[in-house]
Nanobody, 121 residues
Framework: QVQLVESGGGSVQPGGSLRLSCAAS????????MGWYRQAPGKERELVADITSSRSANYADSVKGRFTISRDNAKNTVYLQMNSLKPEDTAVYYC???????????????WGQGTQVTVSS
């Protein structure tokens, strides 16, 4: 199986920055997609940003220009740099990825346990 370990969440004032990290470990042959979702209280989980193995990135309109997603393929790690944070960015942030265990296998989705981000004055 695969473990996704997230770190970097916390509390910050509006306008501040945080950097989230998510490292995948296990018997991984290759990783295709990596991404970040978030879920605020009373709301559905939504895509924040995702990135392919060729580093093509996609962002939610609400975070464009403020957040940057990146990945280190050698470390099986994805990052989310969050700048100019707003109170509406407050949510639990979840890492997700698609993993293949051997050549010719299908890609299987995995999720992290989530990390809390709170933006408040």
């Amino acid at each position: 199986q695969v473990q996704l370990v997230e770190s970097g969440g916390g509390s910050v004032q509006p306008g501040g920055s945080l950097r989230l990290s998510c490292a995948a470990s296990g018997s991984i042959f290759s990783i295709n997609y990596m991404g970040w979702y978030r879920q605020a209280p009373g709301k559905e989980r939504e895509l924040v940003a995702d990135i392919t193995s060729s580093r093509s990135a996609n962002y939610a309109d609400s975070v464009k220009g403020r957040f940057t997603i990146s990945r280190d393929n050698a470390k099986n790690t994805v990052y989310l740099q969050m700048n100019s944070l707003k109170p509406e960015d407050t949510a639990v942030y979840y890492c997700t990825t698609e993993v293949k265990f051997y050549m010719g296998d299908h890609y299987y989705p995995f999720w992290g346990q989530g990390t809390q981000v709170t933006v408040s004055s």
